[in-house]
């Protein structure tokens, strides 16, 4: 029996708790109604439109010549307290449609006076009444259908941020593949052909007096072993440097620059500020993919002669830019309009951007310069 009433009383303990959180939380937000400057531009105005319809019998509302013609106005359609939409409307876009409600309710509540005492007849009453919920039912129109698209906004973003996520679980897992088969390849096909031609050299230098046919063959087999292992070392390099999981962004960079100097002749330079702080592993992974696809569109379409990549490092971003002093070409507006024509490179690069939070930008003019920029945090 004891156990139950303490229960019973630290159960009534909870819910006077939340009762006490909850009406704090509405004092709060009452509060902070009250200290807003638009509460007091509402309430002065009610009181202003109230003594211009009532102050005629304090000789207050005396000497407003405009305000004698929106009577005339009024009296003649049978519509009273029209001034009193002027709040009505403040309300419902500084507030929202709950305060105009309220707004509304008491200029009613104000007005129902005059409404009751100048309609002469039913029709007269029906007709200012209907006329006074007018301006009413346009806000809630207008604030359901703001509610409407505010949804449709949110439902489009959620689905852009899941069409996010599941591209960079994508390039993730490509990048995880990529990193699987460039270990096999280095630690099994690249070993087992260096042993052949390692073996086809012993049997050259024990076989030196066979035929001359046989040890052509023989150093055959070892060129091609050899040649074989070199474009596998190249293909895992591609596929995942070691350099990078090993060194870092900035000396993978830089043993990528030096490659693409000696294979295609383009002169690559890597200017870098020092990195004060570690980059997260999978955020260097895709900024070298974004380096890397950038030199390849250089070596495919600018006809460059010089590429510059820079590495700066501010103090919540890091900015990735490379410039080449190409041809240049004609940017699209938008940019995802590269997506349309084809040029899944970009496209690519922008995707890897976003996934690590970041932009791209591209600059380009013709016969001068192409510069592209990566900027993502840190």
Known sequence: MLREVVLLALTLSKINHCNLANHMENQHKNNLI????????????????????????????????????????????????????????????????????IVWSISLSIISFKIFNLSFGPAPLVRNILSSLIPLSVVIFLTLEQNRRKKERESLKKREDERRLYLGQVIKAQEDERHRIAQELHDDFLQSLIVIANRAHKLMLNNGRGSA????????????????????RRLSRDLRPSILDNRGLVSALRELAARFNQEYGIHTNVITDSLSSKINPEAEVMLFRIIQEALNNVRR?????????????????????????????????????????????????RERAKYLGGNISITSQKGKYTILEVTCPK
């Open 301 to 349: 379409h600018a006809e460059a002669t010089e590429v510059t990549i820079s590495v700066k490092c501010l103090s919540k971003h890091l900015k990735l830019i490379v410039k080449d002093n190409g041809k240049g070409f004609d940017i699209p507006k938008p940019i995802s309009r590269f997506t349309i024509e084809g040029k899944l490179g970009i496209a690519g690069m």
């Open 34 to 101: 009250i200290c807003n400057v638009h509460f007091w531009i509402i309430v002065l105005m009610i009181m202003g439109i109230t003594l211009l319809y009532y102050g005629r019998n304090l000789n207050v509302a005396d000497g407003f010549p405009w305000f004698d013609a929106i009577r005339i106005l009024e009296i003649a359609y049978s519509v009273h307290g029209s001034l009193f939409t002027i709040p009505f409307i403040y309300a419902a876009f500084v507030f929202g449609w709950r305060e105009a409600i």
């Open 213 to 232: 046919t046989h040890a052509e063959q023989v150093c055959y087999i070892r060129d091609e072993a050899l040649r074989l292992s070199e474009d596998l």
